[in-house]
């Protein structure tokens, strides 16, 4: 930890153990040592405040194993009496504004969401315990990626952080299309003008006037049955040509794999897909969990792009999340650069990073962490779009 004697921030709060026996006792845990707390992990995965799908066990640890066993840790909350766990989040460090090392919840472009899991029944004192174990570890700031801001899980984190006097702020904070499921497709899309849900039909019509267009929704073990079609077709577009598709990095490719049938055998996987005379021309994979799913991968074949068969597979995987009846909402789990979900989904949701630093230089540990982490966010999308840009001027 660095030396500041002042940590978090005054006089009359500390750090430091409190005086009577916590309820809850910290835990930093390797990959073997997570493993065996799978039970405790898998039972928090399915009853969290805010669920997220790449923190449970089914995807977490077959990341951990083969695509990045190195760089992550864990750090977990659980009850003295009891031993079930009430927060948990894959953890790893960097230098940060001021800061050398600092701790963040782990997160990356295969899993943009950095939401904790933390027991519902004590929220609040999960995320107090879980802030007060990641600043003791290595220092004074600490940042979680990739919040929902409005949500229950960012609001347990800034009272936590209060409670231990300590500073918050957000930073990066951008708008994330998200589908509220409620009502019907056709209710939706009726506040689509004609001409749009004219095109939208003329593009369907011209792929079926192709051949025999099939519409497949999957769910569970059939939907990891086809998974290797999905791979397939993401491997022969951009991503394949650029090295960047799953299929293209072994390590990446066992992950998903493993990943895919242990969410399909937890019930946690759908799989939405068009099929032109039986060859894959366009999928969505989607994970469920709790009351949302996250559109996790799409895929479509690029001779087929006039037609915009992304664009028809999002439409039919929209009308199957409709017909879900446990659902309330879908992540589209899109980034800051611009996408097709941007204009068919109408509700949006505040995501960004939250920034907590105690000490007497707490005002400036924030400040100089915010600017880091945006100079980094505007360094990524610059790269993204100008990728796009290449990858345009070589197709003209």
Not at 114 to 120: D, E, F, I, S, V
Not at 367 to 381: Q, T
Request: charged residues 20%; aromatic residues 8%.
């Amino acid at each position: 930890m660095e030396s500041d004697p002042t940590l978090p921030g005054d006089e009359t709060t500390s750090l430091a153990a409190p005086s009577t026996v916590s309820p809850f006792e910290p835990l930093f845990m390797t990959l073997v040592e997570a493993e065996a707390e799978t039970s405790a992990w898998q039972s928090l995965s399915d009853q969290a405040m805010e669920p997220n799908p790449f923190f449970r066990p089914e995807f977490l640890l077959p990341y951990l194993h083969y695509a990045e066993p190195a760089v992550v840790s864990i750090a977990a909350v659980r009850r003295r009496v009891g031993g079930q766990l009430v927060a948990f989040a894959p953890t790893g460090h960097r230098k940060l504004g001021l800061s050398r090392s600092a701790p963040l919840v782990w997160t990356n472009a295969y899993a943009p969401l950095g939401t904790p899991l933390l027991a519902p029944d004590c929220a609040e004192a999960a995320a107090t315990k879980f802030l007060r174990m990641l600043m003791m570890q290595t220092g004074p700031l600490l940042a979680l990626p990739e919040q929902r801001l409005d949500g229950t899980v960012a609001e347990a984190i800034r009272a936590g952080a209060q409670a231990l006097g300590l500073k918050v702020a957000q930073t990066s904070s951008y708008q994330r299309p998200v589908l509220a499921v409620h009502g019907s497709m056709a209710s939706y899309l009726s506040h689509f003008s004609s001409q749009r849900r004219r095109r939208y039909a003329k593009g369907y019509r011209r792929l079926k006037g192709q051949g025999h267009l099939v519409r497949d929704h999957l769910r569970g073990v059939h939907a990891a049955a086809v998974f290797e079609d999905f791979l397939a077709l993401e491997q022969a577009g951009w991503k394949g040509e650029a090295g960047t598709a799953i299929a293209s990095n072994p390590h990446l490719a066992t992950f998903a794999r493993k990943a895919v049938e242990q969410l399909a055998a937890a019930g946690c996987l759908m799989l939405d897909r068009l099929r032109l005379d039986d060859r894959t021309i366009a999928a969505v994979i989607s994970f469920r969990d709790g009351p949302r799913a996250y559109a996790w991968k799409t895929a479509f074949d690029e001779t087929q792009a006039r037609n915009s068969p992304g664009l028809q597979v999002v439409l039919a995987a929209m009308e199957n999340y409709f017909h879900h009846d446990a659902l309330v909402e879908v992540d589209s789990l899109a980034g800051r650069a611009p996408s097709l979900i941007d204009d068919l989904w109408r509700e949006r949701a505040s995501f960004g990073t939250l920034v907590v630093a105690g000490g007497g230089l707490s005002s400036a540990r924030l400040l100089s962490a915010k600017g880091d982490i945006v100079a980094r966010d505007i360094a990524r999308l610059g790269a993204k779009r100008l990728d796009s840009a290449l990858r345009r001027f070589r197709k003209t």
